[in-house]
């Protein structure tokens, strides 16, 4: 039996270091799947505990490759033959982090800033397994590592306190940076200190520098706020615990969520619903704000509807806002987080209808 293992140990060995990017990748991949199906909701306890072991784990295995390069440390021989296999560890872990971060900001994402920030983290996630970009080393690794701690905190913090904005934010900034601090010095003060300031504080105090600036032009997405479902309707009636909104969007029209286009009658309140989700212990606001594209002076604010949203209903809150005076036209409804960050929006067009004839209302549930 113990021949066999060492036999297939051997194998393992010979094929790893002739297909070393071909591994890398399929346990990068095989990270992201497992995330893909394991990934529960953002507030659950488990999923923080999780990704709060996969930074441990990836922060020891950083500093102790990094001290390794400085020269400030040597690993004992006896550890030496597994340290062969830390680069596999290494690349499943942030391809698990990386994946659900990046879910969890895309199911949070609404403006197009928002999706530029999505598209960048994807595309560093994607280009982690790139020889060439495997060839930078330590510096690319602290990037990773910084993003990932970030992004950590950025729905930490958030989920802690109940609700969104510049506390939690800046916590989660100077969580980060006391992270680092700390294990610079306890670990690298010792060390080569330009290759350290080089690959290690410059790259990290450029991911703290970009999510500050970020923060404040409305790159982020509003983790861990989501909208779940949005439509237009003419009615909301609430039922058995069930909201109900009523609509004359035809079948064929699937792409339109609710009456998109509004065919608007004497009386007709312009209405639109939506069920957004946030953690269990969550109570915030949020805001509808009303434009409308007037022909002399384009997309202007016309109206800002508060709601207050409590978290913990995997659904999302549902609630709604109405107007009933309102004109003809184009108009843009966007949910906008306390902070005024963007979490969703949703177009329609208000058509005057002078027909008299009853009207066969469909209804869609919340």
Not at 88 to 109: C, D, M
Not at 138 to 146: D, K, M, N, T, W
Not at 273 to 294: A, Q, R
Not at 306 to 331: C, T
């Amino acid at each position: 039996m113990v021949k066999h293992l060492i036999e297939a140990k051997s194998k393992f060995l010979i094929f790893y270091q002739r297909h070393e990017a071909l591994v890398s990748i399929l346990v990068f991949v095989f990270g992201f799947l497992f995330d893909l199906i394991t990934l529960g909701r953002i507030d659950d306890t488990v999923n923080l505990i999780q990704q709060a072991g996969y930074l441990f784990i990836l922060g020891a295995l950083l500093v102790t490759e990094i001290r390794l390069k400085a020269g400030s440390f040597v690993l004992p021989e006896k550890y030496q033959r597994w340290w062969q296999y830390h680069d596999l560890v290494v690349h499943f872990l942030f391809g698990s982090l990386l994946s659900a971060y990046t879910i969890f900001f895309y199911t949070s994402a609404s403006a197009l800033t928002s999706f530029l920030f999505i598209s960048l983290l994807a595309g560093l996630m994607t280009a982690n397994e790139f020889p060439r970009f495997q060839k930078l080393g330590i510096p690319v690794r602290v990037l990773l590592y910084s993003i990932c701690l970030l992004s950590y905190f950025s729905f930490f913090y958030p989920i802690l306190f109940g609700h969104v904005g510049a506390l939690p934010f800046w916590l989660g900034l100077i969580s980060s940076l006391v992270v680092l601090a700390l294990l610079w010095r306890l670990y690298f003060l010792q060390g080569t200190q330009d290759f350290l300031r080089k690959s290690v504080l410059y790259p990290a105090a450029a991911i703290h520098l970009f999510f500050l600036v970020a923060y404040y032009t409305n790159l982020i997405p509003p983790v861990p706020v989501a909208v779940k479902k949005i439509g237009v309707y003419y009615e909301v009636i609430k039922e058995e615990g069930k909201y109900m909104g009523s609509h004359l969007n035809p079948a064929w029209r699937i792409w339109d969520q609710g009456s998109q286009r509004f065919y608007a009658r004497p009386g007709d309140r312009l209405i639109v619903m939506l069920s957004i989700f946030s953690p269990g212990n969550f109570k915030d606001k949020i805001y509808l704000k009303w434009f409308h594209d007037d022909p002399r002076a384009g997309w202007t604010l016309q109206d800002t509807i508060p709601m207050s949203i409590l978290g913990g209903r995997d659904e999302g809150f549902r609630g709604f806002g109405a107007k009933q005076n309102y004109l003809p036209g184009h108009w843009r409804v966007i949910v906008e987080t306390s902070d005024g960050r963007e979490v969703g929006r949703i177009n329609l067009e208000v058509i005057p209808d002078p027909g008299q004839h009853a009207r066969e209302f469909k209804t869609d549930l919340f």
